[in-house]
Antibody, heavy 118, light 112 residues
Framework: QVQLQESGPGLVKPSETLSLTCTVSGGSISNSDYHWGWVRQPPGKGLEWIGTFYYSGTTYYNPSLRSRITMSVDTSKNQFSLQLSSVTAADTAVYYC??????????WGQGTLVTVSS | QSALTQPASVSGSPGQSITISCTGT?????????VSWYQQHPGKAPKLMIYDVSNRPSGVSNRFSGSKSGNTASLTISGLQTEDEADYYC????????????FGEGTKLTVL
């Protein structure tokens, strides 16, 4: 059974770049049957899709975040990453990495809280 | 990219059935059979309950069922149990504004 684990700083200063990594175990990130992505949830609020990438190289980003997002993959480590630039307090959220199949997030990491504050 | 519309809350008694609606547009729910439903208990990660409108992942109780008509999808939970009390979110594949996935606003289910 695939497992996903997010890692990264829990505190980021305003205007800086948020960087998170998702480590995948129990399955290969190179499996073309699946896609990989990120979802976030501000405290007390609902889920927001951030972006999804296909192993083929195609990426899809939330239009409201597109100008600030970079997603990348490291197949040698079975990891993928998210960078969100120019963060503000509105980017404070629990960030989840997910395995996606046909736009369904079938596996989720446990989530990591990132707080944007000086 | 607008969130899919869900009722803020629904409630039911143990043993009863409830239905949660998820209304989108012809660019998301109405266009694709890629609607999913997630259950989220407080402090936990969401769990996939329904995918592709009406399919259940292995291990999910058959008390959970999904359907779709036009731009509206629905999640029905029959034989309500206290452990079903949670937040529920729908999602859909989408192409509006070059988006890919859109989530619903979320529904708080209270089992009275």
């Amino acid at each position: 059974q695939v497992q996903l684990q997010e890692s990264g700083p829990g505190l980021v200063k305003p205007s800086e770049t948020l960087s998170l990594t998702c480590t995948v175990s129990g399955g290969s990130i190179s499996n073309s049957d699946y896609h990989w992505g990120w979802v976030r949830q501000p405290p007390g609020k609902g889920l927001e899709w951030i972006g999804t990438f296909y192993y083929s190289g195609t990426t899809y980003y939330n239009p409201s975040l597109r100008s600030r997002i970079t997603m990348s993959v490291d197949t040698s480590k079975n990891q993928f990453s998210l960078q969100l630039s120019s963060v503000t307090a509105a980017d404070t959220a629990v960030y989840y990495c997910v395995r996606d199949k046909r736009s369904s997030c079938e596996s989720w990491g446990q989530g990591t809280l990132v707080t944007v504050s000086s | 990219q607008s969130a899919l519309t869900q009722p803020a809350s629904v409630s039911g008694s143990p043993g009863q059935s409830i239905t949660i609606s998820c209304t989108g547009t012809s660019s998301d729910v109405g266009a694709y059979d890629y609607v999913s439903w997630y259950q989220q208990h407080p402090g936990k990660a969401p769990k996939l309950m329904i995918y592709d409108v009406s399919n259940r992942p292995s291990g999910v109780s058959n008390r959970f069922s999904g359907s779709k008509s036009g731009n509206t999808a629905s999640l029905t939970i029959s034989g309500l149990q206290t452990e079903d009390e949670a937040d529920y979110y729908c999602s859909s594949h989408a192409t509006s504004g070059a988006a890919h996935v859109v989530f619903g606003e979320g529904t708080k289910l209270t089992v009275l």
